[in-house]
């Protein structure tokens, strides 16, 4: 079962139980699905269809941060209601240490002269999509390019 038809029986389950919220966070996705299509112009593939989620999960998460600067607590509240609704739908993500792991092994497979975070993003991004946060990648690629420049 693709992401987008768990979505859909999770709507039907969600107006049952007269959920406002969940509706409201599933039509949503349901609709982010739809303009991804047509921007394709393409049925999505079950992978394009986790991009859409994740994009989702980040905008939930850059909301929160946004309305706690704000001091809107309600409303980061409902936005990380939100988020954790969509992340129901997307597979689960790699810890930290894992893919400290794989940063690692990434910038020791570099040439030395090559050893930069620009490089390093380069060949983890494609590897470490579907499994990472970008930002949580790059901050571990920051870390370990200073422990090896130290070192």
């Known amino acids: ?10 709507l039907k389950e969600g107006m049952k139980a007269k959920d406002q919220v969940r509706v409201d966070t599933l039509r949503s996705a349901l609709s982010a699905f739809s303009y991804k299509r047509i921007e394709a112009g393409h049925e999505l ?28 607590a309600e409303l980061a509240a409902k936005e990380a209601r939100e988020r954790d609704l969509l992340q129901a739908f997307a597979p689960a993500q790699k810890g930290v ?13 570099l040439p030395a002269e090559q050893r930069n975070q620009g490089a390093a993003m380069k060949v983890l991004m494609p590897q470490l999509k579907a499994e990472a946060d970008g930002g949580t990648i790059r901050g571990l690629v920051l870390e370990e390019l200073e422990k090896l420049t130290n070192a």
Not at 45 to 68: A, P
Request: charged share 40%; net charge negative; glycine share 6%.
């Open 97 to 109: 240490e894992e893919i400290r792991a794989l940063v690692r092994a990434g910038l020791e497979a």
């Open 45 to 72: 593939t079950e992978g394009e269809q986790i991009e859409v989620i994740r994009k989702l999960i980040k905008q939930r998460n850059d909301s929160i941060v946004e309305f706690e600067k704000a001091g809107r």
């Open 1 to 10: 079962m693709t992401p987008k038809d768990r979505i859909s029986a999770e």
